[in-house]
């Protein structure tokens, strides 16, 4: 009887050609090849599928794959102490900055500390803002109460109405148009010591002191120059020390490695 | 050297001891590689990575064959390279002849005892054969390489693809149906002997 072969007997065929059937497989099928030309037929196009696959010539490599050190991304062996000195290099270069920052900002800290009581002090309610402008005038003009004198006159040119100076009673000047008046100069950019110059009188002789005082005594590092010597020494020498280890590992890999 | 022992020597970190390894199996994996992408650059970019590859996992071998180990990674290796290849499609840049035509594969790589109409021949089957082999979807073709090219028998093929046994049979039954029917475009160039046996079939 012969029938067109289904898949699963071309896949048995397939199989017996590549010698994967079992030997009561093989037995079985080649008593059908000989009974069934169609299946017979089917072999022989396997066959000469095979064989013309197995006709393509083996190419050689056009070139050698072989591996470099650097692609695999291996790295030199590096010594033990390496480690070490790269960390202190790091540590060293790491506190040297943090003594700079700190020799930088403590003067900062304590002339803000400062000016406080007296800053606060002079206005009543209208103390909220002002502080803030005398930590600001405090540092950066330190000359600011040798122009107290004629910065406080200024509003009293300008608007010769508003007796801020000489009013001898402060509760009265209650009127917000005064209020105004006295504080504008205050907030002006170009009048900062207005805020300390507004007030004439005992307060302002009493904050006068302090800031000539700081004035007077230049701020004494918190940290000494000598350990940022040494850190700076320790961090130079730390790394040199560093490189030259890794400098002499990869040359000797490298020597190696050729 | 023994090939365990330069397997070892391998998996403990010693690239010479695996450079070795990559010298005996170079030309299989390059021609694994080429019959799968079907191009010389792109196998051997695939060849190279696959065994940069295999560098880089030879600590996971577990033993048994080394060769269908190294094959899965070329296989992988040529799925990617396709997968890329598909994304950015690049241009060959294959000498020309004066007609304006693409060379023909570079003689150097040919069998210098072939006289020159023999290596015509043997150049127009083999584009034949790879046309046919460029037909077959990837998964038919690895299947076809590995086992018809290559040699390997099925069980080497189902570790190298990671697939079960019946699935490398199935596939390879279809891959020879296949490139059976897309040969016979190809019949002037088949040898003699498939010519005469495929005359005596189709009568």
Redesign the interface.
Known sequence: MTQTPSFRDVEQLSAYLDGQLKPSEIARLESRLQADPALASVLKDLRQARGILRQLPQRRAPRNFTLTPKMVGLKPPLPRTYPVFRFATVLATLLLFFTFATNFMAPRLVRTAAPFPYGVGGYGGGGGGEPELSMEAAPEEPAAPALEAPAAKEPAIEEPAAPALPVPAPTEMAPSADDSARIEPTLGPSEKSGVQGAPTGEPFAQQAEPDQALQTQPPKPLVSVTLQLVLVGIAILSGLIALILRYTAIRKWRAKAK | MYEPALINEAQR?D?DS??TL??TY??I???TA??IMGD?DSA?DA??EA??SA??AIKSYRGGSFKAWLMRTVTNACYDELRRLKRRPTTPLEPETDDGEEMETPRW?A?PSMSPEEETE?DD??HA?QHCLDELPLEFRTV?VL???QGM??KEAASAVRVPLGTI??R??RA??R??EC?QGFWEL??A??RL??ES?RT
């Open positions: 970190g690239l695996f450079n990559v010298l170079q030309d994996l390059f021609n080429l019959r010389e051997a060849t190279q065994f940069l560098f880089r790589l069998d043997a089957l083999e054969i076809v086992t018809d090219i028998d099925y049979k199935s390879l039954t020879r149906l490139l059976r040969l088949l040898p002997a498939f046996e495929g079939l």
